[in-house]
């Protein structure tokens, strides 16, 4: 007999793959890589290619922790035997719950106007309202069951590459009646300010691959499928926006699509017409309800997990009659409808750069998780290994750390996206030490034997198997 409150292994390695590309092509993905190719031209590829070398170092130690601890509070449960619960709370509400308030918002915002403005500009209907609609539609998918989310992340993700692909192989191969710009950009170094100055817009085109984790007590092979599918989405992100910027390139001039705020747009324009148009705003929609997918079905299972560990309300541990963990849900859609009205497209490199600096600072945890575990539980079963000990752990930390020293080049754009950060950690970080001293009433940076999350996690998987 099912647990009422057991999460159900119903996603197999396809699905997962999607999970792990659905969060990180979005909307707001689509706009930073037209921006990065714009500012650096063919150059904004090495960026490109150290931020999928940093971002490959974290799928590494997420496959490894993932594999000593498969549970759904995803880094929380990580953090707990190497750091303790106040930095597995800070964690997980400054590199997720506090991001996916933000991007969640700016993904919905950004969709609303394309919506409004490409695809039903004589609709009167407003970006808000349509951003409302998405985030409603997809709370209400996710309070059925992970089949169903599965399913809709399935074909967002496959459909969204899949023309992302195309469109580009049109453009590229001149298939397009479109009059290709005079000369091809060339490869300069300094061009925007130079590489270390783009690696956060480049590492945004990557973040949230890690989204798959949180999924691992309901992956039907999650010590195989997790590494496989955080590992192959960042090959097809890094080859399909490659050609996708290498396409807008091609027919737009640097300064025009720097100019632009729906770069992505504006490609499909110059390559297909009216009919690029429409069909570039489709991808921009089913890209956006793939990001707000994940973020709206791993969030609450995150929580899900804290909760069912006393590190959250236990509301957040019960699921409903589908198997889905309802009050995460719920919060996570009424924060984001909240967050919605606060927002301006017009500082959408700020807020997403902003929300990038608490992802970047969850990875951080992350590797220190992984070094730490190797240190104290040596003998430890690891399905997963990060390569070379270490090393990649280490090497990705200092570029992390660079990233976010480095954030962007105009010292005011910069101090606004460290004000927005600081505010937002400050917050999480106050929470989660009220939270460990006066409702769990523990230590604040004792960490929790591992043996003892083992237990509690190997009780869950029973009840899964029942």
Avoid at 193 to 198: E, K, L, S
């Amino acid at each position: 007999m099912e647990s009422k409150n057991s999460l159900r292994r119903e996603v197999g390695l396809f699905p997962a793959i999607c999970t792990a590309v659905g969060i990180v092509v979005s909307s707001s993905a689509l706009f930073m890589l037209g921006g990065g190719f714009a500012t650096g031209g063919p150059a904004f590829v090495i960026a490109m290619i150290i931020a999928a070398f940093t971002n490959l170092c974290v799928a590494f130690s997420f496959s490894e922790l993932a594999g000593m601890l498969p549970a759904a509070g995803g880094i929380n449960h990580y953090t707990l035997p190497a750091l303790g619960p106040t930095l597995g709370i800070f964690s997980v509400l400054s590199g997720y719950f506090m991001v996916a308030g933000i991007s969640n918002a700016a993904e919905s915002l950004v969709c609303g106007e394309v919506l409004s403005i490409h695809l039903f500009p004589n609709a009167g209907l407003s970006s808000t309202f349509w951003a409302f609609f998405m985030v409603i539609a997809l709370g209400l998918l996710n309070l059925g069951s992970v089949k169903s989310y599965a399913t809709a992340q399935t074909i967002f993700a496959s459909v969204m590459i899949g023309s992302m692909v195309i469109l580009s192989i049109i453009g590229l191969t001149g298939m397009s009646s479109a009059e290709p710009v005079a000369e091809f950009p060339k490869f300069d170094m300094s061009a925007g300010g130079g590489v270390m100055v783009m690696l956060a817009t480049a590492f945004w085109l990557f973040v949230g691959l890690e989204f798959v984790c949180p999924l691992a007590e309901e992956i039907t092979n999650p010590n195989k499928f997790i590494p496989l599918a955080m590992i192959s989405g960042i090959a097809i992100i890094f080859v399909s926006d490659i050609l996708f910027g290498f396409m807008a390139l091609k027919y737009i001039p640097m300064d025009v699509l720097a100019e632009s705020t729906t770069p992505h747009v504006d490609a499909a324009m110059v390559v297909l017409g009216r009919g690029g148009e429409i069909w570039i705003s489709i991808i921009s929609l089913v890209a956006t309800c793939s990001t707000l997918n994940t973020f709206v079905a791993a969030i609450p299972r995150m929580l899900y997990g804290m909760a069912n560990e006393g590190e959250f309300p236990k509301v957040f541990g019960k699921l409903n009659k589908f198997g889905s963990p309802w009050a995460g849900v719920v919060l996570v859609t009424i924060v984001t409808m909240l967050l919605i009205g606060f927002f301006d497209a017009s500082y959408l490199e700020i807020l997403l750069l902003a929300g990038c600096v608490g992802w970047m600072i969850a990875y951080i945890i992350a590797h220190i998780d992984v070094i730490i575990l190797r240190k104290k539980y040596p003998n430890e079963p690891r399905p997963f290994k990060v390569p070379g000990g270490a090393i990649l752990p280490v090497v990705s930390t200092i570029l992390l750390i660079l990233m976010i020293v480095m954030i962007v080049e105009d010292p005011e754009e910069k101090k606004m996206i460290y004000e927005l950060a600081g505010a937002g950690l400050i917050i999480c970080a106050v929470f989660s030490v009220c939270w460990v001293k006066f409702a769990m009433k523990l230590p604040l940076w004792k960490p929790i034997p591992l043996e003892e999350l083992k237990a509690q996690v190997a009780a869950e998987a029973q009840a899964i198997e029942q």
